[in-house]
C-alpha cells in the first residue's frame, strides 16, 4: 500500500523560497514517474511537476524556471525546490506516483504579498 507523506510548507513573503518533501513507502520512486500537484481554495488540483524513472522532467508554465522536481533514492523521497515564490502560489501541496491512486495529506504554502 503506497503511503506519501509531504512537508516542508509554510508562509513565506513573495520572492522567497520553501523546499517540499514527500516521503514515499510501498513504492519505489526510482522506478516510478513521480509528481507534484497542488490545490488552492476554489481550484481544482492541477500537476505542477513531475519527474520519470529515467530523470526526465516536465513542470507546467506557472512554475517553469521557479520550481525544480528532485529525488533522492536512497531516502525514497522526492522533494520541490520553490524560488520567487508568488501569492498565485498558495495552495496545498501534494505528490503522488503514477503508479497509485493514494493521495497523501498535503502541506500548505501560503505566500503574502
Known amino acids: 500500500q503506497v503511503q506519501l507523506v509531504e512537508s516542508g510548507g509554510g508562509s513565506v513573503q513573495a520572492g522567497g523560497s520553501l523546499r517540499l518533501s514527500c516521503v514515499v513507502s510501498g513504492t519505489l520512486v526510482r522506478v516510478n514517474t513521480v509528481a507534484w500537484y497542488r490545490q488552492a481554495p476554489g481550484m481544482q488540483r492541477e500537476m505542477i511537476a513531475l519527474?520519470?524513472?529515467?530523470?526526465?522532467?516536465n513542470y507546467a508554465i506557472s512554475v517553469k524556471g521557479r520550481f525544480t522536481i528532485s529525488r533522492d533514492n536512497a531516502k525514497n523521497t522526492v522533494y520541490l525546490q520553490m524560488n520567487n515564490l508568488k501569492p498565485e502560489d498558495t495552495a496545498v501541496y501534494y505528490c503522488?506516483?503514477?503508479?497509485?491512486?493514494?493521495w497523501g495529506r498535503g502541506t500548505q504554502v501560503t505566500v503574502s504579498s
Open positions: 503522488k506516483p503514477f503508479n497509485s491512486n493514494a
Open positions: 519527474l520519470s524513472a529515467d530523470m526526465i522532467t
